[in-house]
């Protein structure tokens, strides 16, 4: 992975080889999907990093996401040609400066910092500077009106039915200051079904799209992309009253010496294939073409923009990669929005609920937005926990002592109790079954949420308990022979049980509990856990039984580090 600081300020090059998002491009070892920033080509040291490591985390986000980051020093604001070498350890990625291939640091090991540490003071920075890469085009366009310049007919046709921003408002179901934030958008009809998925998890809805503007001919070519970019969102602000998102994009063919011209285009469709389809013949296959995308946040108080960019060779190019240029901008804004707007990861149940209980033309509304949740919000987070926290220690043994099996995150327990009982709810449990330690506490959670009690075996006959069923089992964690009991007097004939546990690795535990249900002669109706080893075989072991068993998250270890493999579903 290389990353270059170049004439126009940060350069992120990015040579995803792993990642499941570039699989189709793995063949082409040039192509190269970058983001870059505008204006001034001077940060200071502490927005270098933030923004680098802003770049490689939605890079990282796609392919590794076990990898901690962490960055050396920038000994100052980075001067053209000076390159940073990534080189990884197994769980470490370490961000190596260097000026004209000597390393600026000598001794760079004592000078890393881990990122997170300072991300607060460096988002704090990163804020209070939000502004100025538009400066320019509001300057621009400032004695104008910009009205003029970019024409929807759908947005026309939209205020002259609601004439004022007023009446606009009144459409809002709810109190939106108190629940819910109404944006609007102009992008991609497909860019905006995904908009109203994942900003829906925040919240956010969006009234409408208005994926029609185009310039207005008198002023055609006079604007750049990201001008449009901006100058949509800020129409759709200033008209609708909310917050607004706009996109454009730009596909760039660079002149193929001095017998092929260059070729720029703004919409995509068959023929820009066509044409490239045409160039391949009498061009050099590495004749650069390039995916632009932009795209820009208004509210009022704050203009946003985000770029995307996508480097291919012609021999490789095809339209469909403007969607990874377009991803990584939209991605950029997100992560962009999430720090500026504090938007909170999920809405809490509370407010939730309200949504949910909405009266008919609020339902309506909702349901015009494409509410979304995600599923599983605690897989999520739990997902987030493990790939920050969790250590790994010999015998690939997964060290999650820190908010899960021994100082414990209890909130997160009840999200992810949520989600299990949500996945098991169908399986029409009477009681939840458990052992101690660890299982207790996803246990208690998902007994709380389907309203049922919780019996835990335990590691040996307690004085209290009399007409106790016994089994052995072997803990892999431990490599010991433990006895599991339970009381005939809690689990029954009668009893239908879904077991609980935290882990599920090579599968002695949960077929121990089985085989105690069993001989207390309760049906086992399914499994639920926090996390499967997916490298441990658990699932195969305890396939003979045919009971269904869920997972909130399946993860492997290697040599490569731990690897979260459902992280796309999320
Ligand atoms: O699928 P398996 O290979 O059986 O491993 C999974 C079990 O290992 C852990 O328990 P551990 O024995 O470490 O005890 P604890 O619950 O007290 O942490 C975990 O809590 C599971 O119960």
Same mark, same amino acid.
């Given at each position: 992975?290389?990353?270059?600081f ?10 995803a ?10 063949f082409?070892p ?7 920033f ?8 502490k ?12 890079l990282?986000?796609r ?24 080189s990884e ?10 000026e004209?291939?000597?390393?600026v640091?000598e ?6 910092y ?17 502004l100025?890469?538009?400066?320019a085009?509001?300057e ?6 910009q ?5 929807s ?31 609007? !958008?102009?992008? #991609? %009809?497909?860019k +905006? ?9 925040? =919240?956010?809805? $969006? ?36 917050? !607004?998102?706009? #996109? %454009?994009?730009? +596909? ?9 011209? =260059?070729?720029? $285009?703004e919409?995509?469709d ?8 045409t ?19 208004c ?34 804004l997100?992560?962009?929005?999430r ?8 809405r809490?149940?509370d ?24 599923k ?7 997902a ?15 060290k999650?002592?820190?908010?899960l099996?021994?100082q414990?995150d ?30 207790l506490?996803p ?7 389907l309203?049922?009690?919780?019996v ?9 308990m009399s ?26 004939e ?34 639920g ?12 072991f ?29």
């Amino acid at each position: 992975m290389t990353v270059l600081f170049g004439q126009f300020g940060f350069c992120c090059a990015c040579y995803a080889y792993t990642s499941k998002f570039f699989h189709n491009y793995i063949f082409n070892p040039k192509q190269k999907c970058k983001g870059s920033f505008y204006g001034n080509s001077l940060f200071s040291k502490k927005q270098s990093c933030y923004f680098l490591k802003r770049r490689y985390l939605n890079l990282v986000s796609r392919h590794r996401r076990n990898t901690k980051i962490q960055f050396c020093t920038v000994k100052s604001c980075l001067p053209n040609n000076q390159n940073i070498n990534f080189s990884e350890d197994r769980r470490t990625t370490f961000i190596d400066f260097k000026e004209n291939g000597t390393q600026v640091d000598e001794d760079h090991e004592s000078k890393l910092y881990q990122l997170e540490e300072d991300e607060d003071e460096l988002i704090q920075e990163y804020a209070e500077d939000n502004l100025w890469e538009t400066t320019a085009v509001t300057e621009r366009y400032a004695s104008l009106d910009q009205r003029d310049y970019l024409i929807s007919k759908k947005l026309v046709e939209y205020l002259d039915v609601r004439k004022n921003e007023a009446q606009i408002q009144s459409e809002y179901p709810m109190d939106k200051d108190a629940i819910l934030d109404w944006w609007v !958008a102009a992008v #991609d %009809s497909k860019k +905006f079904k995904e908009l109203q998925n994942l900003y829906g998890n925040f =919240g956010i809805f $969006f009234l409408e799209n208005f994926p029609d503007f185009a310039e207005n001919k008198l002023y055609e070519g006079k604007l750049t992309p990201k001008d449009k970019a901006i100058l949509k969102a800020r129409r759709l602000y200033s008209c609708m009253g909310v917050p !607004a998102i706009a #996109d %454009s994009l730009l +596909f760039v063919i660079e002149p193929g010496g001095s017998h092929s011209q =260059g070729y720029q $285009f703004e919409q995509l469709d068959d023929n820009v294939d066509r044409l490239l389809e045409t160039l391949r013949t009498t061009s050099k296959p590495n004749r650069v073409t390039t995916f632009y995308s932009y795209v820009a946040y208004c509210d009022g108080e704050r203009e946003l923009v985000e770029e995307g960019i996508c480097e291919v060779d012609i021999f490789f190019a095809h339209s469909s990669q403007a969607s990874i240029a377009s991803s990584t901008a939209f991605d950029n804004l997100m992560l962009r929005l999430r720090t500026d707007l504090h938007l909170p990861a999920y809405r809490p149940d509370d407010e939730m609920d309200v949504i949910q209980n909405a009266d008919a033309k609020d339902a309506a509304l909702l349901s015009k937005s494409v509410y979304k949740r995600q599923k599983l919000p605690g897989a999520v987070l739990l997902a987030d926990r493990l790939l920050h926290e969790a250590d790994l220690l010999q015998g690939n043994l997964i060290k999650v002592t820190s908010f899960l099996n021994h100082q414990v995150d209890v909130s997160l327990m009840e999200s992810c109790g949520k989600d299990l009982a949500s996945l098991l709810r169908d399986t029409n449990p009477t009681k939840i079954l458990t052992i101690e330690t660890s299982g207790l506490l996803p246990a208690i959670t998902v007994s709380r949420e389907l309203g049922l009690f919780m019996v835990y075996a335990r590691h040996g006959k307690s004085i209290t308990m009399s007409d106790c069923i016994h089994t052995f089992y072997r803990s892999q964690t431990k490599g010991e022979l433990y006895e599991l009991v339970i009381s005939r007097e809690y689990l029954g004939e009668n009893d239908r049980v879904v077991i609980i546990d935290d882990f599920l690795a090579g599968g002695s535990t949960l077929d121990a509990l089985i085989r105690l249900a069993n001989m207390a002669g309760t049906e086992v109706c399914g499994i639920g856990v926090l996390i499967e080893r997916t490298d441990m075989g658990g699932r195969a072991f305890l396939s003979g039984y045919n009971i269904p068993i869920f997972s909130l998250v399946r993860l492997s270890v290697s040599s490569e580090g731990l690897r979260v493999e459902n992280i796309d579903k999320f």
